[in-house]
C-alpha cells in the first residue's frame, strides 16, 4: 500500500507539474514569421528611419523577398508610410503596445505561399503578403513578439503586383490571415487592390471550382497540399483534443485516489473488527477477496464486501 501510496502521489505531482496550457504549438507560418523577422533585421546595416532595407532570406527560403523599415511611432502616426512596396500606410496608424520606435516587417512569401498558408477550396492568384511590426529597440533580438496595429483613419491599401487573369466565372477575393491564422475574406476595392485595417498576411483568391472541368485550360499548378484544415483549424483540433485526453486522464486518477481512500478507510473499520473480536468472542478469521474479515464459524452467513473492485 505505501509503495501504492508513493506512486499515486509522484503521478499526481507530475500531473499538477505539467504545462498544460503549453500545447499551443507554434504553426510552421508563426515559425516561419520569426526567422523572417531575424533576416529582414539583419539587413538594417546603418540604422537610419525611414529608409527601406531589402534583406536575403535563409537560402533554403529562396523565393521568398523580405524588407524592413524603421520608424519613430509618432512619425508613423502622423505621416504614414505612402509607398512601402505593396502597401500604402496612411496617417492614424497605432501599434500595441507602444514603442518609441518599430520595424516595419515585409514579406512576399513568392512560391512558398501555399507551404506555409494552405487554404483548401481557394486558389492564390497572387502571392502571400505579410506586414508585421516589431520593436526596433534591438536590432539583434529574435522571436520577437509582433506588435499589433491598426490603421483608425483611412485603411492601409496593398497593390497587388503579380496577380494571375481571373478565371471565367470566378470572383476574386481579397483573403487576410491574422497572426493565428484565421481568414477573413472582403471584396476587392477595385482591380488589384485590397484594403485592411491591421497587420497580417494578404492575397487574392477564387474559389477552386472542385468538379473536373473539360476545359482544355488546366488549373494553375498551385493547389494547396492536403494539410487538413487552415493553420488555425489545426492548432484548434490539437488544443482541444490535448484537452479532452488531460481532462479524462486527471478523472481517471481522481476516481483512482477516491477509491484508493475508501479502501484503506473499509480496511481500517476490518482492522477494528479484528481488535475487537481479538478482545470479544472468538471469530473465526476467513478470506474475502484479498481482505481478511470475520467470520462466526457456524451460523449466519458467510460475509461479503459489498463491492470488491480491482483498479
Ligand atoms: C532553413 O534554415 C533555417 C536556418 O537557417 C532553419 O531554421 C529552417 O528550419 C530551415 N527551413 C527549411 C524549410 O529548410
Ligand atoms: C521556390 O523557388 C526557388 C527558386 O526560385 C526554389 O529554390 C525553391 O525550392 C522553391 N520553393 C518551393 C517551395 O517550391
Ligand atoms: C539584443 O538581443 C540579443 C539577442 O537576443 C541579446 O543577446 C542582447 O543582449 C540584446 N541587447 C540588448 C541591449 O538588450
Ligand atoms: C473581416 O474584416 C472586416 C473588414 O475589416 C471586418 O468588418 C469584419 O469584422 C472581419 N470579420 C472577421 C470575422 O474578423
Redesign the pocket.
Known amino acids: 500500500m505505501g509503495l501504492q501510496l508513493r506512486s499515486l502521489t509522484m503521478l499526481l505531482l507530475l500531473i499538477w507539474l505539467l504545462p498544460w496550457p503549453i500545447i499551443e504549438a507554434q504553426t510552421p507560418a508563426r515559425s516561419l514569421d520569426a526567422?523572417l523577422q531575424d533576416y529582414a533585421y539583419r539587413a538594417i546595416v546603418r540604422p537610419r528611419t525611414g529608409i527601406t532595407y531589402d534583406g536575403l532570406p535563409?537560402s533554403?527560403?529562396s523565393g521568398i523577398k523580405i524588407s524592413a523599415i524603421r520608424l519613430r511611432s509618432g512619425s508613423l502616426y502622423t505621416r504614414g508610410v505612402p509607398n512601402y512596396k505593396e502597401f500604402t500606410i496612411p496617417v492614424g496608424v497605432i501599434e500595441q503596445p507602444y514603442v518609441e520606435r518599430l520595424i516595419l516587417v515585409y514579406q512576399n512569401l513568392g512560391n512558398w505561399s501555399t507551404v506555409y498558408y494552405p487554404l483548401p477550396g481557394y486558389i492564390y492568384l497572387s502571392p502571400i503578403l505579410g506586414l508585421l511590426a516589431y520593436d526596433a529597440s534591438n536590432l539583434s533580438a529574435k522571436n520577437l513578439p509582433e506588435l499589433p496595429f491598426h490603421a483608425t483613419e483611412e485603411p492601409i491599401s496593398i497593390e497587388f503586383q503579380q496577380v494571375k487573369p481571373v478565371p471565367d466565372a470566378s470572383i476574386a477575393q481579397c483573403v487576410r490571415f491574422d497572426l493565428n491564422g484565421q481568414t477573413n475574406f472582403t471584396d476587392l476595392v477595385s482591380g488589384r487592390i485590397c484594403e485592411t485595417f491591421k497587420h497580417g498576411h494578404f492575397s487574392i483568391v477564387v474559389k477552386s471550382t472542385t468538379a473536373p472541368s473539360p476545359a482544355p485550360a488546366p488549373p494553375p499548378p498551385q493547389s494547396p497540399p492536403p494539410h487538413g484544415g487552415g493553420n488555425g483549424n489545426g492548432k484548434r483540433v490539437w488544443i482541444i483534443v490535448g484537452a479532452v485526453a488531460g481532462g479524462i486522464l486527471l478523472l481517471v486518477l481522481l476516481a483512482l485516489l477516491i477509491l484508493w481512500i475508501w479502501r484503506l478507510k473499509k480496511k481500517k473499520k476490518m482492522h477494528k473488527m479484528e481488535k475487537a473480536a481479538d478482545s470479544g468472542e472468538a471469530l473465526q478469521m476467513t478470506t474475502v477477496g484479498n481482505t481478511k474479515a470475520p467470520a462466526a464459524s457456524t451460523t449466519r452467513t458467510q460475509p461479503t464486501l459489498e463491492t470488491e473492485y480491482v483498479p
Do not use: E
Request: net charge neutral; glycine share 0%; proline share 25%.
Open positions: 526567422i535563409p533554403n527560403f
